[in-house]
């Protein structure tokens, strides 16, 4: 590679179901935040890139335009990208790519989300991500995906509800110990059970919410890194894969594009055997199942092996492979970019030993963090390590 | 000093539901109708009028010898045009299903919809497409099970894919 | 207008054409397609889920910029520099015949608290600027006028030209308000198109092909969000952008360095404020140059020859890519009837329409 990045500072606001901050100042607060941890002023940024999921939630035509003075882009290039619930994870990606390029020395991600604007759900937004002819007349709603994807996932290992919802117990426990999280509690298997089934076989407790909130990171060049911290964290893989349009022709039992966005990472960071080499992971878990789904993906469970690693208690926060060490997006929240964001935030924080309560037991030196999107489409992900 | 003790706090104000009841906070609100018309295109829009004759129709891609539905007039995975309009049956088996309570804007539905997808007879194995499932109870619905498409009557198809009503089980016919 | 393809047919035909023209097989040499969408003109949340497959794009790195098509190139140009992809495509579409109320959708960018309860065209913010532009700078009617007539009439002659015209400027200034002081001719229209760029590393560049176009400089760049805050006399995101681009060529005489220039005119006042920020003019002196035949085609500096989007049509997103388009077939010698002897050095700029201060300058060279 030919430019090292490094993330050199994080910050994020608190993720709750409506904040009564705008969307500007839910991303000037995540920013603030993450230029003072990285010891920075606005005039030391050189480039912007934002990620904001659909435009629907905020109700604006053009988001990345209306938002761009609270992340700090007025009179800097500014790129805003967008892979669907991929671009919290996408977003320092497109840092890396402004600083790894040469083009720029620092650059500030910041992933921003308001999704309590729509009314009367904001589920009704993702109404309009299906095909306008052949599947909106249906009625769709985005929890039909999820679910029909868990039950051909449910269905080709012989998984059991029981197992999946282990991760929504562990996720929603460890979220008690995040200052920002909206769902931390101690549940149980049994109450993930009981609660109301929304789209078997997806239950309540399965799904993370719908929420407002913004986090940041700041990326430098290797030189200007090593002067402003002694503990960069190095973004030393980046890679991102989109699936076919047509979901309903690919077999949902397997996450290929996860896979494939997965090695495009592994092989930048040199990596090659995944369930050794990395030692904390970050997965994207917008549903219980998904955290499983996605292990596998990223080659860090065999197919249909993950369910067994979070019952045996292997992805505990004291286990072998911490995943979800925040807590993700079952116990922290939702806001659709920021919480890829939130993610990445997790392991930058833990990776320095900064992560207080939430921190793993075992020493952990290269750290993943993933998201997902689309139509059961996009695969993002980045390694860092200390 | 290390960064995460220069932060005290995270910033962020939550607005409860109280909060919104008592009319705590203003608020701008206002509707906005975007209207589209969407051109359907050569392939779609032969689909749809196919429908409303009470077929289904798929695209051939003569070099990966793929029988693509919904039709396509390209090959995602050859990236070449798609050859021929091949005629496939309205039977099919259920790859996956869902029993969904909850309706577009997140309400609670008072009769569940049923929806699967539905890989089809005639297409390459794996090609379903979205649809919902009829008179079957849902807890007698299987991955695997073999479903028949219950058309609209032919005064009441418009070329659309709800001319399809939904699938339903061959089992006792 | 297309009716009668769908959107993802359009750019299956845009993305075979480029591929066909650069030898590649998307399926194999490509690794990165960068798409510019915004998910209101396509009434589709998520545009991204819909591109991959008619671009060859199945389970390859594909994402959205929703940016103009100048910033997806700025993209592509990254990727490739930072070793992330040797090839890599970039791809934007208008399909404003889907849309039937696109004023509304235009409305829906205006800010929700302070300014969308203004219930008008949308051009009124050109209309606000437009005013005070030809206050500060001293620049008259008829230089705009001319901007339109000059397009149009470049328009004739390319196949491209859905909107060319002869007219004179009078009918120009006497056509239907579009927002006070401007006129619908002197407001570009938008069309249906989907275009296709690829883009590749020297070395791979040199063996793909023996008409590479070069991007030698690039910068993109965004003025305050707020309307009310901005210095309406200048276009300080083209000033911007074209510091950083012509600083990154190599270029300290744009007014003289270049051989054509396609810039933005969105509206007519837009080319001349766009001419001053980019240094192709003094400021406040555009105006009288376009007056004096100096932007012609076969005039000192060609600007617009093709027709710009006044001439062939606003493009959305797109619009950027259409510059560089014309641009590129300059400089390949490939332009017909628009040819400008000897096109050694092209300056591209776009902005990215109202309500933002966003665009972005590339400098291209053979």
Known sequence: ?386 | ?173 | MTPGLSTRELMFEAGSRAYEDAGIDPRKDVQSFICCTEDFWEGISITDEYMPDQLGAVLKPLCTISSDGIVGLATAYMHIMSGIADVAVVESHSKISDVLNPDEISSFALDPIYNHHVNADPRFVAGLEMTRYLKDTGTKRDHCAQVAVKNKKNALLNPRGVHGANLDKRAVLSSKVAASPLTELESSKTIDGSIVFVFASAQKAKKLSNHTVWINGIGWSSDTPWIEDRDMSKAAYAEQSAARAYKMAGVRNPATFFDLAEVDDTYSYKELQSLEALKLAAKGKAGKMVESGAFNRDGRLPVNASGGSLGVGHLLEATGLHRVLEAVLQLRGQAGRLQIPKAKKALVQSWRGIPTATGAVAVLGN
């Not at chain 2, 906070?25 to 975007?34: G, M, S």
């Not at chain 2, 009470?54 to 010898?65: E, L, V």
């Not at chain 2, 079957?136 to 219950?150: D, H, L, N, Q």
């Open chain 1, 1 to 386: 590679m030919k430019n090292r990045v490094a993330i050199v500072g994080a910050g994020m606001t608190l993720f709750r179901r409506r904040m009564l901050e705008s969307p500007k100042e839910l991303s000037f607060e995540a920013t603030r935040m993450a230029l003072d941890s990285a010891g920075l002023e606005l005039k030391d940024i050189q480039s912007v890139v934002s990620g904001s999921a659909p435009d629907a939630f905020d109700g604006m035509h053009m988001k990345g335009e209306y938002l761009l003075d609270g992340m700090g882009g007025i009179g800097k290039p500014n790129q805003r990208v967008y892979v669907g619930g991929g671009t919290g994870v996408f977003t320092p990606i497109g840092g890396w790519w402004n600083v790894a390029s040469g083009m720029y020395d620092t650059c500030l991600c910041v992933a921003e989300e308001k999704m309590s604007p729509l009314h009367p759900h904001p589920q009704y937004a993702f109404w309009s991500i299906f095909d306008q002819i052949l599947e909106r007349p249906l009625g769709t709603t985005l929890l039909w995906i999820f679910s029909l994807e868990m039950r051909r996932y449910m269905h080709k290992y012989g998984i059991k509800e029981e197992e999946i919802a282990s991760v929504a117990v562990k996720n929603k426990g460890n979220a008690v110990d995040h200052p920002c999280a909206q769902l931390g509690a101690k549940i149980t298997v049994e109450d993930v059970m009981n609660s109301e089934p929304i789209c078997w076989p997806v239950k309540r407790l399965d799904v993370s919410p719908p929420s407002d909130g913004a986090a940041a990171v700041v990326l430098a060049s290797e030189k200007v890194a090593k002067k402003l911290t002694d503990q960069p964290v190095w973004l030393d893989g980046v890679g991102w894969t989109l699936d076919s349009t047509h979901w309903t022709n690919r077999d949902l039992a397997y996450p290929e594009y996860v896979e494939k966005a997965a090695w495009m990472a592994y092989k930048m960071a040199g990596i090659k055997k995944p369930r050794k080499e990395i030692d904390i992971a970050e997965v994207y878990d917008p549903f219980d199942y998904k955290e499983l789904h996605h292990m596998e993906g990223l080659q860090l469970a065999g197919k249909g092996e993950a369910p067994q690693m979070a019952v045996d208690g292997v992805t505990q926060r004291d286990g072998d492979l911490p995943v979800c060490p925040s807590g993700g997006l079952l116990g922290v929240g939702n806001p659709i970019a920021a919480a890829g964001m939130m993610k990445i935030c997790e392991v930058f924080w833990q990776l320095r030993g900064e992560a207080g309560k939430r921190q793993v037991k075992k020493d952990a030196r290269t750290g993943l963090a993933q998201a997902w999107g689309d139509l059961m489409q996009v695969g993002t992900v980045a390694v860092m390590r200390s």
């Open chain 2, 1 to 173: 000093m290390k960064v995460s003790q220069k932060i005290t706090s995270y910033p962020g104000h939550e607005i409860t539901p109280e909060d919104i009841k008592e009319g705590k906070y203003l608020d701008a609100v206002y509707k906005f109708e975007p209207k589209y018309s969407w051109a359907a295109g050569v392939a779609i829009s032969r689909f749809l009028a196919e429908l409303k004759e009470g077929k289904i129709i798929a695209r051939k891609c003569m070099n990966c010898k793929r029988i693509l539905v919904p039709p396509r007039m390209y090959c995602e995975q050859c990236f070449r045009p798609t050859d021929e309009w091949i005629q496939i049956k309205d039977t099919g088996t259920v790859n996956t299903y869902s029993i969904s309570h909850v309706g577009t804007d997140a309400r609670r539905l008072k009769t569940p919809i049923l929806v699967a997808v539905v890989d089809l007879d005639g297409a390459t194995p794996g090609m379903g497409i979205l649809h919902n499932l009829g008179e079957v109870e849902p807890s007698k619905i299987k991955v695997g099970m073999k479903v028949r498409a219950v058309w609209k009557s032919s005064s009441e198809r418009q070329g659309a894919i709800t001319d399809i009503r939904y699938f339903k089980p061959i089992g006792d016919e």
